[in-house]
């Protein structure tokens, strides 16, 4: 099972540095349509004009290791390469 799951840092009066919350979109057997619900998430954000920082993964369920990533400040999206351990840009 995948979880497509939505960031987005919340800024505080008298805090530094911005909260993120956290909010699970979905839960899906299929990662590809997981990936597909959080960009779906990222276009509706960009869509409504936020301009807080957000970012969207696709993880296995309750895993703390993204299997892809995108965020708000551009329109790069990565993967992880599983055998080295680095993000690679999804072209």
Known sequence: MFEAVEFIEIQEEGRPNPTPSER???????EQEAVTVGRAAKDKFH?????????????????QLANWIADS?????????????QLVEVE
């Open 24 to 30: 699970v979109l979905g839960t899906y057997a299929d």
């Open 47 to 63: 869509s409504e004009g936020r301009v807080e920082y957000a970012w969207w993964v696709v993880r296995n369920q309750g895993a």
């Open 73 to 85: 400040s551009n329109n790069q999206e990565f993967v992880l390469d599983l055998r080295t351990g």
